[in-house]
């Protein structure tokens, strides 16, 4: 079977959809400019959603709606990881008063599940659905040390290597360095390689039926947190009972 083209009319409301997720609210001309389209084709397109209940038109200025929202809480709240999780990630955030997210990895980025802000947290890093390059954070790093190294290869070809801070590791091979310093020591770091001024600490969540991994819990602190390292001794645990109650879900037994 020869492979298709994409199909041009969806990719260009899904582009559209993206663009205007940039802002509050914004005008067909502001996202015409923006995408570089004629105005009256953003008119169509932003009709057509709006149409269909994605996008809220109020006098011209336009905003995504909730129901995406609908959707992916939907798709989320299914997902057996989260539902085993999320628990544990509350008490977490509540116990070390650290910012907690729950991560998977969809091509090659990182995707937040759940996020949790603990009381010594001074603002929210990540929402729920934030995707994220996965080489320069501590869940993402988690991930990547246990996957093959053909894997981590394909990602870094996809999704390169890109400095989000000075500290952000872009090379190739000093990535591969840090990620079997996180396999022999179990977790990994996150030293202002995402975001300045903020530590992170990971730790990977294996699929103890299938020797594969599943996703990962992070972490975050003020740089100037003292002994943020003791966190690793919460993190594995917290990350040992999610494998245990995973692995002994009813869905993961049945398959």
């Known amino acids: ?21 940039d802002y509050e609210s914004a005008s067909a001309e502001t996202l015409a400019d923006r995408m570089e389209m004629p105005r009256s084709t953003v008119h169509d397109y ?3 959603l709006s149409e269909e209940g994605y996008v809220l038109n109020d006098d011209g200025q336009y905003r995504l709606s909730y129901r995406l929202l609908n959707l ?16 544990e990630l509350r008490d977490l955030a509540n116990v070390t008063g650290a910012h907690a997210n729950l991560v998977v990895e ?23 659905g934030t995707y994220f390059y996965l080489h ?12 093959p190294e053909e894997r981590v290869d394909a ?15 872009t090379d190739r091979e000093k990535l591969k360095i840090d990620l079997k310093t996180t396999r022999e020591r179990g977790y990994s ?17 294996l699929d ?12 975050y602190t003020p740089v100037k947190r003292p002994n943020w390292e003791d966190l690793a001794e919460e993190l594995l645990e917290v990350s040992n009972i999610i494998e245990v109650e995973f692995a002994d879900s009813p869905r993961q037994v049945d398959s």
């Open 136 to 147: 320069a954070a501590a869940s993402g790093k988690a991930i990547l040390a246990h996957y």
């Open 1 to 21: 079977m020869k492979n298709r083209k994409p199909i041009k009319s969806v990719r260009i409301a899904l582009d559209l959809i993206e663009e205007l997720s």
């Open 155 to 169: 990602i870094i070809d996809r999704r390169g290597l890109k400095p989000l801070t000075k500290q952000t590791i």
């Open 46 to 48: 932003l009709r057509t």
């Open 106 to 128: 969809e091509r090659g980025f990182g995707v937040v599940l759940a996020t949790m802000s603990g009381d010594n947290t001074l603002n929210a890093l990540t929402h729920d």
């Open 72 to 87: 992916g809480g939907k798709q989320r709240s299914e997902t057996e990881l989260f539902q085993t999780a999320r628990t």
């Open 208 to 219: 103890l039926n299938a020797d594969d991994v599943v996703g990962a819990v992070s972490l």
């Open 189 to 205: 770091i996150d030293s202002e390689e995402i975001v300045q001024g903020m530590r992170g600490i990971g730790t990977p969540i």
